[in-house]
DNA sequence: GCAATTCGTCAAGCCAGTTGACGATCTGGC
DNA sequence: GCCAGATCGTCAACTGGCTTGACGAATTGC
């Protein structure tokens, strides 16, 4: 170690930054022009089941405030359907149009098209090593499961 | 793979903010009260020397007018040093004050903790090899050399 | 049944970035 | 030398996305 460690810190967001960036601007080439970085966070937490919005704040780590505005925004392209919460008339649920659903697909196959070429670098095992390694790490102070993310977009 | 890959983006954007987070926590408690998750990265390109104003950008991947700012900022609570430009009358210099210097040394010091307490969930060898692949990986697409980092804190 | 809590939104403010424009200085062709 | 054009840094105005504060509507618990 001759010459001083790079922080992890900043490989990460190194790291990140490629990946986001690479999803982009790629997304735009294959017609997919109204995509905000934020979107992918919520894409993931309704990816299986609608969501109740009360529980999003606590998924994505922000305000109930920004979660709304969020949505809206998303509602606003198409990519989320709002809806009440079947059983408190207070509340609304939260989940994936037909066009999120596409664009969740799409959004997939570029990240699993960018992990290839760090694939082509590193070689599958490594890039196991890599996702399985940070995954334990993340989820060893969070009881297990991952933590929510804040704000990084 | 039964369940769904979590896609390496959002390990990063977790892995990013559990260090800073820690960090950003660790600092005011060791008295360091006025420091802005931005100022990392400026601390880190100041480290070894003083840098020309007109290389910030590059480095660290935004518009000149940002780093401008982001300078003065620093300046006004004294952990970095902007003087002329001894070659060119235009341009300033920056340069760590020894606050400056003293508060890189915290950071590195709260890091090390960080990743120490990384290391007793991976073990000392998983945890430098997931350093090398990464570096491996980022530097790969830019001719050896980590890239800038944008906005990102 | 009524006080206290929870859900979601509206509104205003803030922080950090952007673009546009400008004075000051440097550079290169003549 | 000199002058047109480029470069350096800053000021200003704007933007996006978050925050906090406050509120109406609905629910919960004593």
Redo the contacts between chains.
């Keep these: 170690m001759s010459e ?18 690479g ?1 982009h601007d790629e997304l735009p080439r294959r017609g997919w022009t109204d995509v905000r970085p934020a979107f ?2 919520v894409l ?1 937490a309704l ?1 299986d089941t609608p969501v109740l919005l009360r529980d999003l704040p606590a998924t994505l780590g922000t305000s109930k405030q920004a979660v709304s505005k969020l949505v809206d925004a998303m509602v606003a392209v198409g990519y989320v359907e709002r809806d009440a919460d079947p059983g408190d008339a207070r509340g609304k649920r939260v989940q994936l149009s037909d066009r999120g659903r596409q664009l969740l697909t799409a959004v ?1 196959e570029v ?1 699993a098209d960018l ?1 290839r070429t ?1 694939a082509a ?2 070689g599958e095992e ?2 196991a ?3 399985a ?6 989820s ?2 969070t009881g297990g499961r ?2 929510p ?2 704000a ?2």
Excluded: M, N
């Design positions: 001083p460690e790079v922080p992890l810190a900043r490989l990460f967001a190194l790291g990140y930054r490629a990946l986001v960036d999803l992918g966070f993931l990816r997939e990240y992990e760090w670098v590193l490594r890039l090593g890599l996702r390694d940070l995954t334990a790490v993340l060893s102070t991952l933590p993310v804040r990084v977009g």
